[in-house]
């Protein structure tokens, strides 16, 4: 549905240019409505295997330690890949405890970096990242061995190789970080309007569908453990 609404807008977009080049509105032909989009469920990692993951024990190497910060980075402050990667050091405040985020169009946010977090960019910052740099100068955060910052499809490779490790056998994403962050948030209590700033979306509307993977796992475990349930 998604699809055909793009291709939609885009005829109508052409339609419109050629009705004004030509001077000829009757160009405007009136085009099928786009179809009734559905709600997609975001994926998200459940509990345990998020915990595998983060706990991965340390291999004695400066990348390890940095992977195993971006990976907790971003599930503790649901940043997006492309926030996470572009992170400079100057956008980390550990005494307060806070990320400043740039997202869309620019805008800014400060998110809370959670205890264990802080304790891992710390460990980071005072050992491994000076031995990826090798006495380079670089204002990102996370840079790779050649002193460059991450790439979206290098965290992307990193996650899944973790994900191998921790013995999780979901296909997992880097969006799917951020969506458990803001549905584990809120299985636990959070407010919506505080996982909406924290998430940096403009509208709450955006944040409410983390409402609807709330309401199914509650009816699931309604079907699974009621117990006038329909018997087999």
Request: proline share 4%; with cysteine; aromatic share 6%.
């Amino acid at each position: 549905a998604s699809s055909v609404a793009r291709c939609l807008a885009a005829v109508r977009g052409l339609y419109r240019f050629l009705g004004v080049e030509n001077t000829q509105p009757s160009l405007l032909t009136p085009l099928a409505g786009a179809p009734k989009q559905w709600t997609r469920l975001p994926k998200v990692i459940n509990e345990t295997d998020v915990t595998n993951l983060l706990d991965l024990p340390l291999r004695r190497s400066s990348e390890d330690l940095r992977d195993a910060t971006m990976v907790e980075l971003m599930y503790a402050t649901g940043l997006r890949v492309s926030e996470l990667i572009h992170l400079e050091v100057s956008h980390v405040n550990r005494d307060v405890g806070y990320v400043l985020a740039t997202g869309k169009r620019d805008k800014q946010r400060v998110v809370p970096l959670g205890e264990k977090a802080n304790q891992m960019l710390t460990d980071y910052l005072n050992h491994a990242r000076p031995k990826l740099l090798n006495k380079r100068i670089s204002q990102a955060l996370f840079p790779t061995r050649r002193g460059q910052s991450f790439t979206r499809q290098g965290f992307w490779k990193m996650l899944k190789a973790r994900a191998k490790r921790a013995g999780i056998s979901q296909s997992i994403s880097p969006h799917m970080l951020r969506h458990s962050f803001a549905t584990h948030l809120l299985e636990h209590g959070a407010d919506l309007r505080s996982v909406q700033m924290m998430l940096g979306h403009v509208s709450i509307a955006t944040t409410q569908i983390y409402t609807h993977v709330e309401h199914a796992r509650l009816k699931r475990i309604h079907t699974e453990l009621f117990p006038r349930k329909k018997r087999k």
